[in-house]
């Protein structure tokens, strides 16, 4: 916690702690004598000084009790500390009132009901020393845990960055080793693809968003390199509905799905794989269909790729609360809607 909100939170407390001690002048309650030669001000004054001197050591000496290995030597230090602040109050407020500042009257003596009282405010200053010193230390703990959980997701998302970047890179050369053992006149094509989506591999998808437009020259980039594989141009159905600028995505998520329905895809149908990104609603809505192989069981968790598990898992780290996967299958077809709330 930073320093300013801890000094805040120190102030706060002596001014409730000083309004309680001058609550019966707001509301009336002294008579005459209290107010005479302002004897009620100077014992506010003198009692909140008194509880200044008592809460510091309580409130820095109680972290250090915590540490102590035997429970014991703790409680005994505790009761000492009670013990000697109880004395210390008692007598400086004796000998302030009886030396510093007489009173008129009865002769002040020494009783045990003097020390009684200091023994209570002793305690009772006693335990908002520890309440406060407990709400500090959650609040910093906390403020280590959410640390701690950003830093651990932060590293979850480059895991999961690293685990993709190099299947998208061997699926593309595998792409385009077979054109060029073909001789094919589209592998400088092919060649130009990879290097746009290597571009964008390297340095757009270190950012933990990118422009929704760059995202979109990516999936194309990648369904041309696919179709200059399987040779059908049709092979691929791709919509975009709704003015894509000012939105912004995670870098490669929506190709983990393209890539899938690749993978996955039946060749008998035109077109095998449909694919269609609006933004009417305001939102991102990303649909992905394909016709199955009568082979291929298309399961929750594919045998290449990084698998739909931990697709849900980066969209939990990134859009908490803020997106909605649906995957159905039936024996044709094998479909996807993501929804992102922008």
Request: hydrophobic share 45%; aromatic share 12%.
């Amino acid at each position: 916690m930073k320093r300013r909100n801890i000094i805040l939170i120190h102030l706060l407390f002596w001014f409730y702690i000083i309004n309680q001690s001058l609550f019966p002048l707001y509301i009336g309650k002294l008579d005459e004598s209290m107010m005479a030669n302002n004897k009620y001000l100077t014992d506010v004054f003198i009692s909140n000084l008194l509880n200044l001197i008592t809460f510091y050591p309580i409130y820095l000496l109680f972290p250090r009790l915590l540490k102590f290995k035997r429970r014991v030597a703790a409680v005994f230090t505790g009761l000492m500390v009670i013990a000697l602040l109880t004395v210390f109050r008692s007598f400086g407020e004796f000998y302030v009132w009886k030396y510093f500042i007489p009173q008129s009257g009865k002769e002040m003596t020494l009783e045990a009901v003097y020390m009684w009282n200091n023994l209570r405010m002793v305690i009772i200053i006693g335990i908002y020393a520890i309440l406060i010193r407990f709400m500090i230390n959650g609040f910093e703990s906390q403020k280590l845990r959410d640390e701690l959980i950003n830093k651990q997701q932060a590293s979850e998302l480059a895991l999961m960055r690293s685990q993709v970047n190099p299947h998208f890179l061997f699926n593309t050369l595998n792409n385009i080793y077979s054109l060029v053992y073909r001789k094919s006149d589209e592998a400088p094509e092919a060649v130009m693809k990879l290097s746009s989506i290597m571009r964008y591999m390297l340095y757009d998808s270190a950012s933990p968003k990118v422009p929704l437009e760059k995202e979109l020259e990516y999936l194309k980039s990648f369904i041309e390199l696919q179709n200059l594989r399987i040779k059908h141009p049709d092979f691929v159905s791709l919509k975009i509905e709704g003015n894509t600028e000012d939105l912004t995505i995670a870098p490669m998520l929506l190709i983990s799905f393209v890539e899938n329905a690749f993978k996955h895809s039946s060749k008998l149908h035109r077109p095998g794989i449909i694919v269609h990104l609006s933004t009417l609603s305001g939102n991102i809505n990303f649909e992905v269909i394909n016709h199955r192989k009568k082979e291929d069981s298309v399961n929750d968790e594919p045998s290449a790729g990084i698998g739909m598990t931990t697709i849900r898992r980066r969209l939990e780290l990134i859009y908490p609360g803020k997106h909605k996967l649906v995957i159905k299958k039936d024996e044709e077809t094998y479909r996807i809607h993501l929804e992102i709330n922008t």
